[in-house]
């Protein structure tokens, strides 16, 4: 079992990645990617990172595989779920107001979380044929994933099931999904309307003029040049008026395009695009 | 005296009476940064720093992701999150899976803490109901940092300390004054 990779053979596998794949993840914060990479090879029974690095130039299935299993999950529904009340209670009204219909991205996706979340939400508020929502990720298996109703560990819903609660007190999130073999299948026809997409947020997909943007919790991956980049990226797909909501304790006061967002919330880290 | 660059201290169950007793105790010009683990509710976002302040000498913060450290301020991880120390002297966040059904881990925080101070580390493990820390703990001295447990008899639930007391030869076994003196005099 592997327990530690240095800093020389992660920087090794991050070459061997860019170079067969065109994936860059120089810019990611190490301790978490390192801790993904570790995962990753103990589940697949590797013992030197020599053979990992043959299996990733060779193999572009398994890579596939690599990828969806080494990005870590937001791990919960609802998660913050004084945040998700004010997105129901008081952005997504406001800018329906605002806007009429609205479009929506959530980009850089692992997990069906934070898509199933919204999705429910919307059926709740009866405002899904007013939001057209938008999901892109870097693994096509985990887009397949959320299609198909996602899939997790019953033991995970216990917070999930718990965050729900606190957001609406007499509903049961027990209703959108099916339980098989200790495993939690969401209802799939709530993502039904959903556009799914693959693509790198900061190569590929240049999709603009979105009135929200869900991006939580997935700087905290990055190291500060990517995640300039990034900011840089969402503010510009965003149109004026438009909504960006980020970790609740994610930073991105230091980033030039900061200037140009007011605060809402600074408890939940709800920003408005003011200026173009 | 080795010239210690930090302290960690990791703490579950039982563990918040002694945290006030040292962090009360700690001088107002205390040269090293403190990081504190300690496990606590997910749900509950508010209200752990400003306990915590109401007995603190120093500043105490739950640090957002990519804050840089500073020496003389005791940073809390934050509900929900687990807390590294990255290279470059700044904080990382990270929403992983819970270790050990703790998020933040005490290990987690530790074996990146001693990853980045080495032998200029101490750790510190108090009261608690499960292993947490043990792991973490053993990182610590096998970089070459500095170990210490509280007393298990005079832990309020010992679980944790002992835990690490199974797996390693710590350094110290300290008493919560014991502690308090100690930690005193590194910076």
């Known amino acids: ?276 | 005296m080795e010239q210690y660059k930090a302290v960690i201290i990791g703490g579950s169950a039982g563990s918040f009476q002694v945290v006030t007793r040292i962090i009360s105790s700690l001088p107002k010009n205390y040269s090293l940064p403190v990081f504190l683990c300690l496990h606590r509710l997910k749900h509950v976002r508010s209200g752990f720093v400003e306990a915590l302040s109401i007995k603190s000498t120093l500043p105490i913060c739950e640090p957002n992701d990519k804050d840089p450290i500073k020496p003389g301020i005791i940073y809390l991880a934050p509900a929900n999150y687990h807390m590294y120390i990255e290279l470059g002297n700044k904080f990382s966040l990270s929403t992983e899976e819970p270790v050990n059904h703790s998020r933040p881990s005490i290990d987690l925080s530790f074996i990146s803490a001693a990853y980045n101070y080495k032998r200029k580390l101490v750790g510190v493990i108090l009261s608690g109901a499960n292993k947490d820390g043990a792991i973490g703990l053993k990182k610590v001295k096998e970089n070459g940092g500095l170990t210490i447990v509280q007393d298990p008899n005079e832990s309020q639930v010992p679980t944790m300390p002992n835990a690490c007391l199974q797996v390693m030869k710590v350094d110290h076994i300290f008493s919560t004054n014991e502690i308090i003196r100690f930690l005193n005099k590194l910076g």
């Open chain 1, 1 to 276: 079992m592997i327990t530690d990779i240095g800093i020389v053979d992660t920087k090794k596998i991050i070459a061997t990645i860019a170079e067969n794949y065109g994936i860059d993840f120089s810019n990611l914060a190490l301790t978490a990617f390192k801790r993904r990479l570790i995962k990753v090879m103990n589940d697949y029974n590797f013992s030197s990172v020599v053979d990992f690095i043959h299996k990733i130039e060779t193999d572009p299935r398994l890579f596939e595989k690599y990828l969806s299993e080494g990005m870590v999950d937001t791990t919960e529904m609802f998660r913050d779920p004084s945040f998700w009340r004010e997105l129901r209670d008081i952005y997504i009204p406001e800018l329906i107001k605002t806007f009429g219909n609205i479009r929506v991205h959530i980009p850089g996706v692992s997990s069906g979380d934070e898509v199933y979340s919204l999705m429910i939400l919307l059926k709740e508020t009866k405002l899904n044929d007013k939001v057209s929502v938008l999901v892109s990720s870097l693994s096509q298996l985990r887009l397949d994933a959320i299609r198909n109703g996602a899939s997790y560990d019953l033991r995970k819903m216990e917070n999930s099931d718990a965050n729900y609660k606190r957001l609406n007190e007499n509903g049961e999130l027990s209703n959108y999904y099916r339980t098989e073999n200790n495993k939690v299948v969401l209802d799939a026809s709530l993502v039904a309307g959903v556009e799914f997409l693959k693509g790198s947020y900061i190569k590929d997909l240049n999709e603009k003029g979105f009135h929200l943007v869900l991006y939580r919790n997935r700087m905290i991956y990055m190291n500060s040049t990517l995640q300039d980049q990034v900011v840089q990226k969402l503010f510009d797909s965003l149109v004026v008026g438009g909504i960006l909501c980020i970790g609740a304790k994610e930073n991105i006061e230091t980033s030039p395009e900061a200037k140009k967002m007011l605060c809402l919330n600074p408890n939940e880290k709800v920003y408005k695009k003011r200026i173009a």
